[in-house]
């Protein structure tokens, strides 16, 4: 087998320069609830880019895991390391095999006696109402302090059903709040730190008050009894399964509308202690139930690692371990002391996430299983230290971040070998927590070298939300550590000059895409253009926005984003027509290439149409994902197996391009006109005969410039007579319309022709969405462009194909463009 290259410093030959898409994750990354989990597939091909086999891959801040075991799969040696706990625990649960016979045994006894508990207390019984019999509570659906419905299971249905609370189930509710628990549950107050201040003042001091009482009554009973098992291994996996449902029976999910239909689920879906009025109550029997036989359960998480993972993970206990004979290091460690557990020079690859200033309290938010986990007997090993979270909080300051974070890449940099790589993921859309890292790379001794920006399939909840649009998805940073021969310098921006940067880089990106563009994108395309040469400001986000927000009427103006709201007006140039050249728009460009894909390939998927789009269309250009789709429904139909391919009906409409032109020739002859060809067509056939044979010889028009008459010889078909041109044809299928628009802009305004575009009758829509691009629609209205359609051409002509024309009669054919 060939060996691998690692990329060199001096060629992009071998580098990942583009995005790159993301797969759907392995059930053995899905079982358990962490925030920021990474795409694993695109992890993989960093981690084999950039390592060979058995090297050493390092993440220092390992989260979910997923370098440790996309590195362990790719045949690298793995080091995972994370001063969170809990992050620990979850890397141990997927890495260490599991009984599934003993597992399963276990679970079934702890199963029974929680039901008999259930049972016995009654707190989620609720009456059928069909066979007025005892009926299990699966949820309760809350509205702030009333109960608006209630889910449950009876044997007399197949399906869960729902109910109006009754008196009884109210006073159930009520009475089980004096419910005595003589089991252990945590008795932890919630730190005095700002992310916990909702839970304080909506819940309360104390972490048991994330749950109703007899919630807790049952949790506190399950968890007591996970206590007692005698098997370490399957104690372990039993608390794995506890934790990963333990949020969704807090106040916290929210609940689904009445007609969802998944009124039975709910979900802690953003990264704080939020507490909706509307929420759900679950029942922690069923969650508990759910959590280890469901298809995101325990057992298929295992089933998942197992097969993934078991005849190739090897833990090492130690450093030397792993240099010796295993291959996965797991510490709970701080990345600000990396060399008590790594020595220096001794790692080939480093590709790690670390944290986004503030964006997301890891610690805080991973408190709610730790203080469980910690037990009765208070296990220090599981208590969160706060102290030493690199973060932006009430009491660590922006300077705070930055200098730990330096310090973080100081140690990086020790243990990565000369010339090889780190890769940084980040996603903020704050300048000076981006300028952090930036510097606290330089600061380390690193080289920068690239910055790729990666959409992600998911949407942030960060993304949205923001007057004047955001950034979204991430962005990969890749450094290099210099041979020691090497000179590193660093730049940094004068805060003179830097306005001009920015209104550059924002016109520049506008201007590569030809279309007003969301200020995330407009973002985008200035970090890229910043960080491209290694240079890093002094200041923040806001200044950013403050330059372009001053510059709205004298080089912007503001479009209503009619499309995607949440993202904010898209910006334009005042006076594109001084800087466009009449470009093709990026939405144009893309729509082409989708089209483009579809036609070479018999079935395709989604992910395969994203990956060339992100190869085609990189950083600033980078299209949004659900647009790619939009396009892919409105060309493409499914053909099974999550795979699409070209609608039948718009291969049809391709394939009568010809016809059209055919038809039209015939129609001016006969109304007495001349007919031009255009050059690209007059090379084509219909019914066998050559459509050159049609047209005029040359294009007999007066006053007009060789640069003029060039640019009309490309329209499709053109009427003319006398030395001036009556009408003008575009036959467009696809999207060429802009570029048609283009070529009839050449003929002067005292001409009076008439310009007409002709689409396929199924494409209204997107001529509604064309008139929605202000370039697009100034053009339309400024050369009097109007709109008819393939079949109604296609009827005129089997009418009128052996008939002298009026004027009146073809003018009666074309629809006026709204």
């Not at 109604?792 to 074309?814: G, W």
């Amino acid at each position: 087998m060939e060996e691998l290259k690692i990329p060199s410093a001096d060629s992009e030959s071998h580098h990942i320069n583009y995005a790159l898409v993301e797969e759907t994750r392995p059930m053995m990354y899905r079982a358990l609830k962490y925030w920021g989990k990474k795409p694993h597939n695109i992890f993989r091909k960093y981690i084999e880019t950039y390592s060979k086999s058995n090297e050493i891959v390092l993440d220092a801040f390992v989260g979910s895991g997923i370098t440790v075991f996309e590195a362990i799969q790719a045949g690298r040696r793995a080091i995972g390391i994370d001063l969170n706990p809990i992050s620990v625990f979850l890397m141990q649960q997927i890495a260490e095999p599991l009984d599934f016979n003993k597992f399963k045994i276990n679970f079934d006894e702890i199963i029974n006696k929680l039901e008999k508990e259930e049972e016995k207390c009654g707190f989620f019984i609720t009456r059928c109402n069909k066979c007025g019999q005892k009926a299990r509570i699966i949820n309760v659906h809350w509205d702030k302090e009333s109960i608006m419905q209630i889910r449950y299971n009876c044997s007399c249905f197949k399906k869960n059903q729902s109910k109006k609370p009754e008196d009884s189930d109210i006073n159930l509710s009520k009475d089980s709040e004096k419910v005595v628990i003589p089991w252990w549950y945590p008795q932890d107050k919630f730190p005095l730190m700002k992310p916990f201040d909702p839970a304080r003042k909506y819940v309360g001091e104390y972490y048991y008050s994330l749950w109703t009482k007899r919630s807790l009554y049952l949790l506190s009973y399950l968890y007591n009894e996970i206590e007692k098992l005698g098997d370490d291994r399957i104690r372990e996996a039993m608390k794995y399964a506890f934790i990963s449902m333990l949020h969704l029976t807090t106040k916290m999910p929210s609940a689904r509308r009445e007609k969802s239909k998944r009124p039975d689920s709910g979900s802690w879906g953003r990264p704080a202690y939020i507490f909706p009025a509307r929420h759900l109550e679950m029942n922690p029997v069923v969650s508990f139930y759910r959590s280890v036989l469901d298809k995101q359960g325990i057992i298929k998480a295992k089933e998942s690692s197992d097969k993934l993972l078991k005849d190739k993970i090897k833990l090492a206990k130690d450093f030397d371990e792993l240099k010796n004979n295993k291959n996965c290091l797991i510490i709970k460690g701080n990345a600000l002391e990396l060399t008590k557990f790594v020595p220096e020079n001794s790692v080939d690859y480093i590709i790690t996430d670390p944290p986004y200033g503030g964006l997301i309290q890891y610690f805080a938010l991973s408190s709610i299983w730790s203080v469980w986990l910690k037990g009765k007997s208070q296990d220090s090993y599981f208590e969160m230290d706060y102290a030493d979270e690199i973060t932006i909080d009430e009491k660590k300051d922006f300077e705070y971040y930055h200098n730990m974070l330096t310090k973080a890449l100081k140690e990086l940099y020790r243990v990565l070998r000369p010339g090889r790589y780190l890769t940084l993921t980040f996603h903020n859309r704050e300048i000076n927590v981006w300028n952090s890292v930036l510097k606290a790379g330089a600061y380390s001794g690193f080289i920068f070298e690239k910055i790729i920006y990666q959409p992600n399939k998911r949407a942030s909840e960060a993304g949205v939300a923001m007057p004047y649009g955001s950034a979204i998805s991430d962005y990969y940073l890749r450094f290099r550590k210099p041979l020691t021969s090497e000179k590193v310098e660093n730049k940094k921006i004068e805060s003179s000059v830097f306005p001009n940067i920015v209104l550059k880089a924002a016109k520049d990106i506008i201007i590569k895409r030809s279309e007003p563009t969301e200020m995330t994108f407009i973002l985008n395309g200035i970090y890229v253009e910043l960080l491209s040469h290694g240079e890093y400001f002094e200041g923040d986000n806001e200044e950013i926005i403050d330059i372009l927000k001053g510059n709205i009427g004298k080089e912007f103006v503001l479009i209503e984003n009619k499309e995607n709201a949440k993202l904010g007006s898209k910006w334009w140039l005042k006076d594109p027509d001084s800087v466009l050249h009449k470009g093709v728009p990026l939405s144009d460009r893309v729509e082409r290439a989708i089209i483009d894909i579809l036609k070479r390939n018999i079935k395709v998927t989604y992910d395969e149409v994203l990956r060339e789009i992100f190869v085609k269309f990189a950083n600033g250009l980078t299209p949004d994902s659900k647009k790619i789709l939009d396009i892919l429904k409105e060309y493409a139909e499914k053909a099974g197996e999550g795979k699409w391919r070209y609608k039948a009906q718009a291969e049809l409409r391709e394939s009568q391009h010809n016809e059209l032109i055919f038809y039209l020739a015939k129609l001016g002859m006969n109304s007495g006109f001349k007919v031009w060809i255009g050059s690209k067509e007059q090379g084509e056939q219909f019914e066998g005969l050559r459509l050159k044979d049609l047209s005029s010889k040359d294009l007999d028009v007066g006053n007009l410039t060789p640069h003029q008459i060039s640019r009309l010889k490309d329209v499709d078909v053109i009427w003319h007579k006398k030395g001036s041109i009556s009408y003008l044809f575009e036959v467009e299928n696809t999207t060429s319309i802009t570029s048609a628009l283009e070529r009839g802009s050449n003929i002067p305004s005292n001409y009076k022709c008439k310009k007409i575009i002709i689409l396929p009758n199924e494409r209204k829509g997107f001529l509604i969405r064309k008139l929605n691009e202000p370039m697009f629609k100034d053009n339309f209205e400024k050369y009097s462009w109007s709109i008819t359609y393939y079949d109604e051409i296609i009827n005129f002509y089997r009418l009128y194909k052996n008939k002298n024309i009026s004027m009146n009669k073809i003018d009666a054919v074309i629809k006026e463009g709204k």
